[in-house]
């Protein structure tokens, strides 16, 4: 892939998106048209298919593209700019086009200055240090409309549920008095495996307290269903996007047993484990442990990498002793413990970005025992009693039981490692987690929060035994079942009509999130 073409987050759109994407931003009236970053110039070519007669006006930033496309691209004006620049001379009945999907913080300097007083200054929203270039782009577009104009871009699938674009649903449903959004089950992008949508924006100067969802199993070709968002669980980020690709009798379930479940956030503070700030020094091979005859006193037994608590049930009793790190921490210094800091300090350890504000820079902060330790990046994250009263590194979350609240007190750890394995849980996982490109999860603090489970008290400890020997061998899915007919069944009495329809929908969200 050309590094300038991924750093700009030029990506360009498939022939059939650009064609649907005219098809249905057109309308009788449309007379002024601006392309603002128009790249390849497809959508060009789709605008002027699907009418003859209207001006159309093109940016684009990269001035070699530039050159190029002015001899295959007629009757258009042209524009080598870079768009968050462009100041403004006429109105649009539509902005249509496919803006860069980039983080500010990796455009050349003089381009993240820009978008970054936009963001700021401009726009006066501080919710957020790195926006993406998208977001933007939007925001400059408000400003060409004109009233009852359209919008109409392709967008990552992000845009409906990251803190940052708030704000811009709150201005959308303030600005527009008809939003539709399109989703395809199809990846048009499968070089960044980024799952998008179409945002179609109508009727500028409007208002709007609800939008259209239209959701198709394959490409945008096929048929689809619509759903009705309102904005206050946009505006919340809710995840109603994905909630919305549930079936009516899964609602039906979860009204039944609402009272029956909490908030994970409610009752557990989640947290990244510690940051050591240099792995291979904090963290030392045998050679090196052996070369400074550093003793047993100077480390804390550490869980640092994912691979260590694979198999291992559900409590870190059952981890291997060869699956555990060490973690320089020397409270009591000895002399070996003194040269190996003076090690540190002869090679600069000392003056990293993570160790320089320390005091001392050799002692890791936020060195903390867990009740619990989650591992970050699975489809179906192992979540272990910390019964070893083990630390762990950030490549994990640690979960700590609030201590003041008396809710909170009533959650043993055998009640929440109980529930965790259950396909409700799995469910509410899948809702609440985003993934990375290619559908792989990764969960975060203030995600992970949002994670029901059911309440649970009088844990059987033959169940438990049951589980954790299910998971030591490695079979998740007779583990599942197990609890499914132990939890969901016996306690909180769903049938097994019940338990299937949270299965499929449980396979729903699965089949969505996953490349096709």
């Not at 258009?76 to 803006?99: A, H, M, Q, T, W």
């Not at 936009?118 to 998208?134: A, M, N, T, V």
């Not at 577009?141 to 992000?158: A, E, H, Q, W």
């Not at 291992?312 to 000895?334: A, H």
């Amino acid at each position: 892939m050309n590094i300038d073409i991924k750093q700009r987050g030029a990506f360009y759109t498939p022939d059939d998106l650009a064609d649907f994407m005219c098809k249905i931003a057109i309308k009788r009236d449309t007379s002024h048209v601006l392309e603002p970053s128009y790249g390849d110039g497809l959508f060009i070519k789709h605008l002027q298919k699907h009418k003859k007669n209207f001006h159309i006006d093109a940016v684009e930033i990269d001035f070699e593209t530039f050159q190029e496309s002015k001899k295959n691209l007629k009757n258009v004006n042209l524009i080598n700019e870079d768009f968050l620049s462009l100041r403004k001379k006429k109105e649009y009945n539509l902005i249509i086009g496919n803006p860069p999907f980039v983080r500010t913080r990796n455009l050349p300097k003089e381009q993240k200055e820009i978008a970054q007083k936009i963001y700021k200054e401009d726009l006066g929203l501080r919710s957020h240090s790195d926006p993406s270039s998208w977001l933007l782009f939007i925001y400059k577009s408000f400003s060409f409309l004109k009233r009852g104009g359209t919008l109409c871009f392709v967008l990552p699938f992000d845009m409906t549920f990251v803190s940052y674009a708030a704000p811009l649903w709150n201005d959308i449903f303030n600005n527009f008095g008809k939003i539709d959004v399109y989703h395809s089950k199809r990846r048009y992008f499968p070089e960044i495996l980024q799952d998008t949508i179409v945002l179609k924006l109508s009727k500028y100067g409007g208002q709007s307290s609800s939008l259209n969802y239209f959701i198709f199993e394959d490409s945008f070709k096929g048929n689809s269903r619509n759903k009705n968002i309102s904005k206050e669980p946009i505006l919340k980020k809710q995840k109603p996007f994905k909630y919305a690709l549930l079936t009516e009798d899964f609602f039906e379930i979860e009204r039944k047993i609402k009272n029956k479940l909490y908030r994970l956030g409610d009752r557990i503070d989640f947290h990244i484990g510690y940051v050591s700030g240099n792995k291979n020094y904090f963290h030392p091979q045998e050679e090196i442990i052996n070369r400074f005859k550093l003793s047993e006193e100077n480390f804390i037994e550490t869980l640092a990498e994912p691979k260590a608590i694979k198999r291992t049930g559900i409590y870190t009793s059952n981890i291997e002793p060869e699956q555990m790190s060490k973690l320089f921490y020397p409270v009591n210094q000895t002399n070996e413990a003194n040269k190996y800091i003076q090690f540190g300090e002869d090679n600069k350890f000392h003056t990293r970005k993570k160790t320089s504000s320390r005091n001392p820079w050799y002692l890791t902060p936020l060195v903390q025992v867990p009740d619990f330790i989650l591992s970050t990046f699975k489809d179906s994250p192992i979540l272990l009693d910390n019964d070893a009263r083990y630390i762990a590194t950030n490549s994990f979350l640690c979960g700590y039981i609030k201590k003041n609240d008396l809710l909170s007190q009533s959650i043993t750890k055998n009640s929440l490692i109980s529930g965790w394995y259950s396909s409700l849980t799995k469910l509410f996982f899948e809702l609440e987690i985003h993934s990375l490109g290619g559908g792989r999860m990764v969960i975060i603090p203030g995600e992970i929060c949002n994670v029901r489970v059911p309440t649970i008290s009088n844990i059987n400890n033959e169940f438990l035994q049951k589980l954790d020997k299910k998971l030591y061998n490695d079979n998740l899915l007779e583990a599942v079942e197990l609890t499914d007919r132990v939890i969901l069944n016996k306690l909180l009495r769903l049938n097994t009509k019940e338990i299937d329809i949270i299965k499929d929908n449980l396979s729903i969200l699965n089949y969505w999130r996953n490349p096709g």
